[in-house]
């Protein structure tokens, strides 16, 4: 609560004001300023504080005092305007007890000066403790400068009411009907006026002026459910009649409807209520003996309206009561909100089709619906189309008091290069959570890279009748993330190379005036420039202060081009930029290095986006990436560039995870994709802290590690686990018996090849080597770190009940919590709801989770304890390279990172060809890297390609676009 008090505070303090307005101090709303003429159509802003004043009234239903028929006198008003301003009052002190900053506030479009209608409001609003904010227009505004006023004011969490105070002709329907809804106090758009006469009070606004209509003539002497009221409207009616009838029918009460000219009107009634009245005189026979009038029109004598007993003081109050209710209501939503979520059918053939026929077989929801429907709040969607939307990380805040849900990590034994679909398995899991156990499930995966989409992997969608949709999007591009990160890193490139040109052919002093220049005469340091001074310990920040040995310390970055780290990257499967060679042109003056290109998901700011939990957490590390040393042998850092800033402005949308649905309609979040050799192979952070929020404490957010456990599952739970402060209550280990026959003791798979006849035939004995070697080792792993584990067997067509049966025996022989057979790529949901049952059960043990080894422990007693313990080596081998690399990291106090191995996945050794559980052998560590802004040290076993290339027939033969249709083809 406190974190939501701040969060409203910061936003009372942000609140923008035109240059063209004249206005106030937002941070404790300061008295109301006095108002600059409005010429040309200029606007002045104008704030009163609750302490000197308050709301206004709507001249879009002029009002006036109430009144007896001659017999009875007059109709006074003053009580009901104390017992609504008390109970207003009270409210307010109510939502203040649990939320000190919020503050109702009730913002006033209007054209001219104020009148006595807006001095009526103030004096009532400053007895309740409302704010108002005073737009004020010039008489010559147009529509279009009103909606834009308005849309503004939409848009600022801070209001809490909208009115607008401008003669009838501006009061168009386009003009009413831009307000928000729900900031529609005055309840002049057509949705509240439809939601009134459909009976609907809880979520619109009753017009207030309707509201003091019916207080007066519910407290009139003759009996409501005996009571007759006519309205008395011009010829063509209008919105206050129709709400107005809605009212007194519903508090029991006969409503007759007439206008002036109308001659055959016989009943006399017992209240009348004249809605354009004029000044005509009411007939006598309309009335009964001691029959109320009620004029429904402005009375601006000073006298009479400084006693507070007439319908306009009565309308006042009722629509301060409306914003403050809007307030209430605006907190209740900020609260976690139940999901009302609604899943799609299946219908599942046989024979399974294609996964693309599938995916454009099923309609997806609208992601406004599914958005709502797990209880996000339309402005923290940013929607990309039809299907898919970023989700902001305000969320975080709204609902940092919520209870996290149940964390599941999917894993998987060692794959054979066919993969053994762990993704599948996952979203096959929350169908089945969501869709049919009727439990919140949430599924966080990472976003395809474009290489293996076009390469030889195919798409990343999940498959058959388990997989993300519509799945097109979902592998090609989505919305931009791994662009923005290519841009991030090339930029960085580019600033290294040209960094260095410069500084060979300047001087300091070229080189300062350059970095340094003056503007407007006046020359002084960036922000990301007095950061460097400061990491320099250079305290004055004066330019003309600085001496010759200061300016070339400042300037003179000194990059060795033999050890820059950093290289450019594009998201395309290309094996010919594994090794160029830069700086070949004139221009660039003798300046040629060799470099080279990673794939784009290789990339530092790829990991820093999976790691980071906030966009300033992410801004620090982007700053810390070191990107080579110079030749005094200090690292050279993204912030040194001068680069930093620029990154996280590139950056900024890309760190929000974004929305999707599985085929059944259950949530999904898709966001970061760093690549599992060299990273750490996970998906972000920040998806997983969100969904985690949403799901609610009896919810399962199930996400997903790369390749086997042996490298994802343990890079999640050193690295990521670390930096999250995330504890996870379960382990889904996948397995299939393919896979497991190839452990056995079966022979090679390659993708694109037939597989040889002992995969096809059932094998007992291939099958239980896999189990008692690989299957086994990979739940040791997991129980290392104190986590259940699951077995989801991976069912295929081939598979045998034999076979099945054995593997769900010794998976449980072999320490699992649970092993249990999955249809989900043939059935969706339905196929997985053993597996989601399994998971359930084991999410309720106590969590023992623990990290693998100290944080603190020397790197190589790190590196030493995960080739042992998690790989089984005997031990390691540092070549000369990697021990010169490890003093230099603890020279520069980098040891206290954890640690990421660079290991191929298709063996738990380094040696790719060793299956199923190798022991007693050496892991050989040639190279030691870091990724300082990600915040870990990664080991290099072996040799380790971070540019795949395309084989000798991709994938992109089959893939293609219909012209008429604009339907992709071939897309896996």
């Known amino acids: 609560m406190a974190a939501r008090s701040s969060a409203i505070r910061n936003a009372y303090r942000s609140l923008r004001v035109p240059t063209a307005r004249v206005g106030s101090r937002l941070a404790g709303l300061s008295p ?82 104020d009148d006595g209608l807006l001095e009526i409001n103030r004096k009532l609003a400053g007895r309740v403790g409302l ?46 009907n831009t307000i928000k809804p729900e900031k529609d106090v005055d309840g002049v758009s057509d949705l509240n006026i439809g939601r ?15 509201s003091a209509v019916l207080d007066l003539l519910e407290k009139h002497d003759v009996p409501l459910e005996r009571k007759v009221v006519l309205l008395v409207d011009g010829d063509d009616g209008g919105p206050l009649g129709v709400t107005l009838q809605c009212l007194i029918e519903r508090s029991g009460m006969v409503a007759l409807k007439s206008n002036w000219t109308s001659s055959n009107l016989k009943s006399q009634a017992d209240a009348v209520v004249l809605l354009e009245a004029g000044n005509l005189d009411v007939p006598s026979s309309w009335l009964k003996p001691g029959a109320v009038v009620i004029r429904c029109e402005p009375n601006l004598d000073t006298a009479e309206m400084s006693s507070e007993s007439g319908l306009e003081y009565l309308t006042a109050a009722y629509r301060i009561k409306s914003v403050v209710d809007s307030c209430s209501r605006w907190l209740q939503e900020q609260q976690y909100q139940a999901w009302t979520l609604r899943s799609l059918s299946l219908q599942p053939l046989t024979p399974v089709p294609s996964d693309i ?49 149940k964390y599941v990590l999917v894993a998987g034994i060692t794959p054979t290069p066919l993969g053994e679909g762990k993704s599948t398995v996952t979203i096959g899991l929350v169908q089945a959570l969501s869709a049919h156990l009727k439990l919140n499930s949430f599924a966080c995966l990472r976003q395809p890279s474009q290489g293996p989409t076009f390469g030889v992997k195919g798409g990343a969608a999940g498959g058959g009748y388990a997989q993300v949709i519509p799945m097109e ?282 597989l040889p006849r002992e995969y096809v035939d059932e094998n007992l004995s291939l099958v239980e080597g896999g189990c008692l070697s690989n299957l086994r080792k990979q739940i040791q792993i997991a129980h290392l770190f104190g986590v259940p584990v699951v077995v989801a067997l991976n069912v295929f067509k081939t598979d045998t009940q034999a076979e099945i049966d054995l593997v769900c025996q010794l998976a449980r022989e072999g320490g699992a919590s649970s092993a249990v057979p999955c249809h989900h790529w043939a059935q969706g949901g339905r196929g997985s709801l053993e597996l989601a049952q399994a998971v359930s059960e084991a999410a309720s043990e106590p969590s023992r989770f623990q990290f693998l080894y100290d944080i603190q422990s020397p790197i190589v007693e790190k590196i030493r304890t995960i080739a042992q313990r998690v ?13 010169d690399k490890i003093e230099y990291y603890n020279e520069q106090g980098f040891g206290s ?57 991709p994938c992109f033969y089959d893939i293609d676009l219909d012209p008429v249709t604009e339907e992709i083809t071939g897309l896996f």
């Open 357 to 405: 026929e599938i995916s454009r077989a099923q309609t997806p929801k609208p992601v406004e619906r599914l958005a709502e429907e797990i209880g996000l709040l339309p402005e923290e969607l940013e929607a990309y189309g039809k299907s898919k939307a970023k989700v902001r990380l305000s969320l975080l805040d709204r609902l940092r008091t919520q209870p996290d849900g």
């Open 196 to 210: 009134l006469v459909r009976g609907d009070r809880s979520t619109g606004f009753v017009p207030p002026l309707s």
């Open 871 to 883: 790989y089984g080596a005997a031990d390691i081998e540092l070549s000369a390279e990697a021990k």
């Open 32 to 113: 109301r300023c006095h108002p600059v003429s409005p010429a040309n159509n200029r606007m002045v802003l104008r704030w009163a504080s609750s302490t000197t004043s308050g709301t206004s009234t709507n001249p879009n239903f002029k009002v006036n005092l109430g009144e007896r028929s001659q017999k009875d006198g007059g109709l006074e008003c003053g009580a009901s305007v104390s017992e609504v301003v008390q109970s207003t009052k009270e409210a307010v002190v109510a939502l203040q007890r649990g939320n000190a900053a919020i503050q109702p506030l009730l913002a006033i479009i209007q054209i001219g000066e």
């Open 473 to 754: 999007e979902f592998n090609l591009h989505l919305t931009g993330d791994i662009h923005a990160i290519t841009a991030a890193n090339n930029l960085v490139a580019a600033a290294i190379d040209a960094r260095m040109l410069h500084e060979a052919t300047q001087s300091d002093k070229a080189l300062f005036n350059r970095l340094v220049p003056s503007v407007n005469r006046i020359r002084k340091f960036s922000p990301i420039q007095i950061s460097r001074l400061k990491r320099l310990g250079i305290s004055r920040t004066d330019p003309a202060s600085l001496t010759p040995q200061e300016v070339s310390k400042f300037v003179r970055l000194d990059i060795d081009p033999a050890k820059i780290t950093w290289q450019r990257v594009v998201d395309t499967n290309d094996r010919f930029l594994r090794k160029i060679t830069v700086g070949q042109a004139s221009t660039e003056k003798g300046q040629i290095r060799e470099t080279g290109f990673d794939i784009a998901v290789a990339s530092e700011i790829m990991a820093i986006l999976a790691l980071a939990d906030s966009l300033d957490d992410m801004r620090s590390r982007l700053a810390r990436m070191v990107v080579g040393t110079s030749r005094s042998g200090q690292p050279v850092t993204a912030e040194d560039l001068g680069v930093s800033g620029a990154l996280a402005v590139l950056m900024k949308d890309a760190i929000k995870p974004t929305l999707m649905q599985t085929l059944e309609g259950t949530p999904v979040f898709v966001h970061a994709g760093p690549f599992a050799n060299i990273a750490h192979g996970n998906s972000s952070v920040l998806a997983d802290k969100l969904a985690l929020k949403l799901v609610g404490r009896d919810g399962f957010v199930v996400t997903e590690a790369g390749f086997g456990a042996d490298i994802g599952m343990e890079k999640f739970f050193n690295i990521k686990c670390r930096a999250s402060g995330l504890q996870p209550d379960v382990v889904v280990l996948v397995a299939t018996i393919r896979a497991l026959k190839m452990h056995g003791g079966g022979p090679n798979v390659s993708a694109g090849a037939p």
């Open 131 to 176: 704010n108002v904010a005073q737009i004020c227009l010039s008489k010559e505004c147009s529509e279009d400068e009103i909606i834009e006023e308005v849309l503004k004011l939409n848009e600022d969490p801070r209001v809490h009411g909208v009115y607008l105070h401008l003669p009838p002709a501006c009061l168009t329907s386009r003009v009413l």
């Open 897 to 953: 990172l954890p640690i990421c191995m660079a290991k191929t996945h298709l063996s738990l050794s380094h040696m790719p060809d060793k299956k199923g559980a190798p022991s007693g052998f050496v892991l050989p560590i040639r190279d030691v890297r870091a990724s300082i802004g990600a915040g870990f040290i990664y080991p290099m076993v072996g040799t380790m390609s971070t540019m795949p290339g395309l084989p000798t027939r």
